[in-house]
């Protein structure tokens, strides 16, 4: 079945770590998005990309990167810049924009910083 | 840029009533409107969109939503809840078919017996 898979479900990371998160999708999507999702917040765009081997930034992009270098993967990266890492991360994916097809959401990983 | 407008942080409807969300945009232009639904820790899966047209969109679940040019709104609306529907809702607006998507906070529903 195709669909966007997001690993691990759960992480924890230690103070001054970086860690990256992974996203694969088997849909053959051109474009791939990573949300970053707190309580009360909603989802805010951190980074996107809608082509192999180019993103652009999204409205909270520091102390987060990314890479693009198959189209089925969009790992992020949270680095030891990133103050506040702890929430809820998602990734999406579209065939191109998100009104061409529906947008495939992955099922989340939870980062928490110890 | 473009922003939405949840106002209603948390709503509380009996099983069998009915429900309206609401969701204000602000852009300049007729943008492209959505609405997920999220369970909780959980992906978002969408209910409808509105891109031109027919200005009430029919979705999954029994969902409905309206567009209202005159009032920058996109409220969502269901004749009659089951507590299957208890989750958080997000309204979100792009200004272009490949633009990202900008998302409300939320509004999370609870049903009751």
């Known amino acids: 079945d195709g669909g966007i898979t997001q690993s691990p479900k759960y992480l924890f990371r230690k103070e001054g770590q970086n860690v990256t998160l992974s996203c694969e999708q088997n849909l053959n999507h051109d474009a791939m998005y990573w949300y970053r999702q707190d309580p009360g917040q909603g989802l805010r765009l951190i980074y996107y990309?809608?082509?192999?081997?180019?993103?652009q930034k999204g409205d909270i992009a520091e102390g987060y990167s990314v890479s693009r270098e198959k189209k089925e993967s969009f790992p992020l990266t949270v680095t030891s810049a990133q103050k506040n890492p702890t929430a809820f991360y998602l990734c999406a994916s579209t065939l191109q924009g998100f009104t061409d097809t529906e947008a495939f959401f992955g099922q989340g990983t939870r980062l928490t910083v110890v | 840029a473009q922003s939405v407008t949840q106002p209603d942080i948390h709503i509380t409807v009996s099983e069998g009533a009915s429900l309206e969300l609401r969701c204000n945009y602000s852009?300049?232009?007729?943008?492209?409107l959505f609405w997920y639904v999220q369970s909780p820790g959980q992906g978002l899966q969408l209910l409808l969109k509105?891109?031109?047209?027919?200005?009430l969109v029919q979705g999954i679940k029994g969902f409905e939503a309206e567009f209202k040019r005159s009032q920058s709104s996109f409220n969502l609306r269901k004749p009659s809840v089951h507590w299957s529907d208890a989750a958080e809702y997000f309204c979100?607006?792009?200004?272009?078919?490949?633009?990202?998507?900008?998302f409300g906070k939320g509004t999370r529903l609870s049903v009751i017996a």
């Open positions: 509105y891109f031109s047209g027919d200005t």
């Open positions: 979100a607006v792009a200004s272009s078919g490949n633009t990202p998507l900008v």
């Open positions: 852009y300049g232009a007729t943008p492209y």
């Open positions: 990309s809608q082509i192999v081997n180019d993103f």
